[in-house]
Nanobody
Framework: HVQLVESGGGSVQAGGSLRLSCAASGSMYSRLCMGWFRQAPGKEREGVALLDADDTTTEYADSVKGRFTLSRDDAKKFLYLQMDNLAPDDTAMYYC????????????????????WGQGTQVTVS
């Protein structure tokens, strides 16, 4: 069983930065594909970034490439999303998610495949 708890959301002005954190617990941590998804009011949930279980493969949505950076601290079991140059379109509830095994091709677009989810943290950019 895996539990995920997000933190770090908030309100910032356009051009600002935030760092989201996801604390993971559970014995499966080392075998998880982990990432961040977001959902704005009235919109579909979308993938933001994924990191493979072996930390060798990272995938980003086109809309955040060059602005967001995903990283993981395996010793402390944290997943981080550094978000720079934020824009109003980045406003959404951000969710940390995980699934056992590697990040299969196309997983960024397949949020239902992820079995473990945090409660979400709100990011508002004005």
């Amino acid at each position: 069983h895996v539990q995920l708890v997000e933190s770090g959301g908030g309100s910032v002005q356009a051009g600002g930065s935030l760092r989201l954190s996801c604390a993971a617990s559970g014995s499966m941590y080392s075998r998880l594909c982990m990432g961040w998804f977001r959902q704005a009011p009235g919109k579909e949930r979308e993938g933001v970034a994924l990191l493979d279980a072996d930390d060798t493969t990272t995938e980003y949505a086109d809309s955040v490439k060059g602005r967001f950076t995903l990283s993981r601290d395996d010793a402390k079991k944290f997943l981080y999303l550094q978000m720079d140059n934020l824009a109003p379109d980045d406003t959404a509830m951000y969710y940390c998610a995980a699934v056992g095994g590697g990040c299969t091709d196309g997983y960024l677009a397949k949020w239902p495949a992820f079995g473990y989810w945090g409660q979400g943290t709100q990011v508002t950019v004005s």
